[in-house]
């Protein structure tokens, strides 16, 4: 078409000078100069169900596809273990006396739960589009996420021609969009074929321009290999020019000048219809032109994003691909702008993964699924002993709280199978979870000693209701919400725990430390015992919850008479003989020293507990256990337990040593899409595993070490490191209702902006420097901290 030309080149400088010019305006993107061959290298896209990974190969794309409910395994009503009851009082006074030996193995044949048909989360199919490229070699490849767009996108040229190919997953529209386009017409041709990988599937033609797979979620190694979801995911092209057809089980394009393809996909979870969904969601996205669809989709998703903005300095270091400025840091360069980048991108994920409207929370892998995490012998499911908490640290305080939904929800729905699990196992009101739970409303412990029996597993992540309403001071959520589930949570540790004869103090038991062991006096193994550290600081916040709760909304008296007086029977936070927090209520040495599990120290962080003001022998007790298992050459490092010390450290108000482990999660637990891994080696991973946790952890501990809000206190800078002497965050969220701007030169404070929400008292504190203001809502206060 030799007359369109000029024009057709005029466009295309002024669309590249644009597209340079937001290259250099925002920061916010993941990119690379070649393709993803492993899962790790690939880019997620997602919309709260849908989750895609993007490979981005110039002649065959692999859209990796997930949704969050694609789940195998079962309900059941078979997981509690029913000899429970009649035999608790005998194996708690066995550990009474100290006869650990003895009452371990019958933890085992009569505390565990039941594995049944408990399933595991798994990968749904494969979208593979092969292309046919006119002849010529390939170059300017780019392939980037920009997660500021929530938009991943592959550029290249053959033997001249541009080729572009742009892939998200609307929430608005809840199917991906794929767009692909090229500056020449007539040469965008592929066949696309769906691929159930493990799965049994089945590829059909719905029409001349619609495929679908249908599936059934089913495995043997976490399940009975007959139960799961059936899942149906079709896929619509919709080409400018051209020729669309199915032949057999593929779709075929040929000289088209632009295609749109549609994805849908649902599972059977919750008794839908997924063929008839599928069908519904692509007829009303394809009354929408592309152009529309991309809008929607990108005004949804920069509501939520565009709410912090971070700056922390060395912006320039945004022009070098990721993977470059990975290995750059892991030669010792200094790069702050990637903290500040991995920073953004765990809200990314959080806003990818968890919506409002999800089904589900996010499991292990998020909404993404690498078919490793599930078959290993964790499962990828719900682990409430670090895993799941992590996941949802940066909802609040990172100003996503609409995203913490999904996760407040299901813990909503075990309330029901948790009363049951109380009745039966303890004979005890209330509502109880140990370690894990999945789609299917798992309660009951875990199936293994060390790690199965852990009560405390629901008040733990029951905890995101209080924390909820402590940012947003939302006083309806907490009485029509969070008190019920943390009341009938306290009404259960109420009636099950038990008065230590020697001590006369209450205790949970027999209960793990995850996942810890440890030696007594007389050189006895065990891992259960009554009374670990870490339930006392779980059933100590809740009972604070209950108390608060019922004081601010003015009800239950009796009830908060109670919980005070059982909450003043608990155990004291106690200091070992190494000077060490210690880890369970008799000062065991434990049996794993290098273990990555250090559960007692939730007292610092996310509970407030030990803090460095308030309880200072405490505080330093904490460092000297976390200094303990850092200290060994061969230290537990994975995701989660590096992610921990960045909070850890960020409480104790060591900048330095928190950015220490910030580059350490960087350089050790993340891998060139940024993602974080569960390391080979360790855990008995054979692979580095993807887990999702470091990166919503790491993105809470950023955030930490910026803005603090527990001890009725908003702590500006609490934990600066040298590494970023000037920078600026906007918008974090601090407890009481507030949102709070800080800018900062030289190491120093120079302003900070505190807007009130809800109109209650704050005192701020800079250093050792404090201020106490009294702001009504919508008023806004700045503060140089002098
Ligand atoms: C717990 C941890 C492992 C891993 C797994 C999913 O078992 O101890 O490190 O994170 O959960």
Redesign the pocket.
């Known amino acids: 078409m030799p007359t369109s030309r000029p024009s057709f080149y005029c466009v295309c400088i002024i669309l590249f000078l644009s597209l340079g010019a937001a290259v250099q305006a925002t920061p916010w993107r993941l990119w690379y100069e070649q393709p993803a061959v492993r899962w790790l290298e690939a880019l997620p896209v997602g919309n709260g169900r849908l989750g895609a990974m993007v490979f981005g190969e110039v002649t065959q794309e692999r859209l990796a596809l997930n949704e969050s409910t694609v789940w195998s395994g079962a309900p059941s009503s078979r997981h509690d273990n029913p000899t429970a009851r009649e035999n608790l009082a005998r194996i708690r006074q066995l550990f009474f006396e100290g006869r650990y030996t003895e009452a371990q193995p019958l933890c085992g044949k009569h505390l565990l739960g039941r594995r049944d048909s408990y399933g595991t989360h798994l990968p749904m199919a494969d979208l593979q589009l092969a292309f046919e490229h006119p002849p010529g070699t390939v170059d300017d490849y780019r392939r980037e996420l920009d997660i500021a767009q929530g938009v991943a996108r592959v550029t290249y040229s053959v033997g001249g021609v541009h080729f572009t190919r742009e892939v998200f997953a609307s929430n608005p529209d809840n199917v991906f969009v794929m767009r692909l386009t090229c500056d020449e017409p007539s040469l965008v041709s592929f066949s696309a074929t769906l691929d159930g990988g493990d799965l049994p599937a089945k590829v059909r033609a719905i029409d001349t321009r619609t495929l679908a797979i249908r599936g059934d979620a089913r495995e043997k190694k976490h399940s009975d290999g007959d139960t799961g979801v059936t899942f149906e995911s079709w896929v619509r092209v919709i080409a400018e020019e051209g020729r669309v057809q199915t032949v057999a089980d593929r779709l075929k394009v040929d000289g088209a000048n632009a295609v749109t393809i549609l994805i849908a996909a649902h599972t059977t979870f919750r008794d839908h219809d997924p063929a008839a969904l599928c069908a519904a969601q692509l007829d009303a996205a394809l009354r929408k032109p592309f152009s529309e669809l991309r809008q929607r989709h990108c005004a949804d998703h920069r509501a939520l994003f565009d709410r912090v903005a971070i700056d922390l300095g060395g912006a320039e270091a945004a022009r070098h691909p990721t993977d470059q400025r990975l290995a750059a840091l892991h030669a010792g360069a200094s790069d702050p702008q990637l903290a500040a980048l991995f920073f953004q991108y765990g809200r990314y994920l959080l806003i990818a993964g968890s919506r409002e409207d999800s089904p589900l929370p996010t499991n292990?892998q998020g909404i993404w699924n690498d078919n490793l995490?599930c078959n290993?012998p964790?499962?990828c499911?719900f682990?409430l002993?670090?895993?799941m908490e992590q996941n949802y640290w940066p909802a609040e305080m990172c100003n996503l709280s609409e995203c913490h939904e999904p996760l407040l929800r299901l813990v909503e729905s075990l309330r029901e199978p948790g009363r049951r699990t109380a009745r039966v196992m303890y004979g005890a009101k209330g509502w109880v979870c140990h370690?894990?739970t999945n789609a299917w409303g798992y309660t009951a412990p875990g199936w293994g000693l060390g790690?199965g029996i852990h009560p405390t597993g629901g008040i733990w992540i029951a905890s995101d209701f209080w924390e909820r309403y402590r940012f947003t001071g939302d006083k309806d959520f907490l009485a029509e919400r969070a008190y019920p589930v943390l009341r009938e949570a306290a009404e259960f540790f109420l009636e099950y725990m038990v008065e230590h004869p020697k001590y006369g103090w209450l205790v949970t038991g027999p209960a793990v430390s995850?996942?810890n062991a440890f030696f007594t006096a007389d050189g006895q193994r065990c891992s259960e015992s009554m009374g670990p550290t870490c339930d006392r600081v779980l059933v100590y916040d809740l009972f604070t919850a209950c108390i608060e709760a019922t004081e601010i909304l003015g009800i239950d008296g009796e009830f908060r008479a109670t919980v005070r007086a059982a909450r003043e029977r608990l155990a004291p936070l106690q200091i070992g003989k190494h000077g060490q927090l210690q880890e369970w209520l008799e000062d065991f040495d434990e049996a794993v020293p290098n273990h990555?599990?250090t559960t007692h120290l939730i007292a610092l962080h996310p509970s407030e507990q030990i803090t460095l003001r308030g309880t200072p022998e405490l505080a330093r007790a904490a460092r000297v256990a976390i200094e303990r298992r850092t200290g060994q050459a061969n230290w537990?490092d994975?995701?989660?337990?590096r992610a921990n010390l960045i909070n850890f450290y960020a409480r104790l108000e060591e900048g330095d040593e928190a950015h220490t482990h910030l580059l350490g999660l960087l350089r050790e637990d993340s891998d060139t899409n940024l993602l974080t891994f569960?390391r080979a080696g360790?855990?008995?991973?054979q692979h580095n595993?993807f887990?999702i946790?470091g990166n919503y952890a790491g993105t809470a501990g950023i955030a930490e070490m910026l803005l603090q809000s527990h001890s009725n206190e908003i702590s500006l800078l609490p934990a600066l490191p040298a590494g970023w002497p000037s920078g600026a965050v906007r918008g974090l969220r601090a407890r009481g209702g507030f949102e709070v701007d800080i800018e900062w030169d030289n190491g120093k404070l120079t302003m900070a902006t505190i807007r009130s929400l809800r109109g209650q008292p704050c005192r701020i504190r800079y250093g050792e420097a404090t201020l106490n203001a009294s702001l009504s809502a919508n008023k806004t206060l700045q503060w140089d901290g002098r």
Do not use: Q
């Open positions: 292990l995490a290993m964790w499962t499911d682990h002993d670090i895993n370690v894990f790690w995850p996942e990555r599990h537990e994975v995701e989660w337990s569960s360790i855990a008995g991973a595993i887990s946790d």
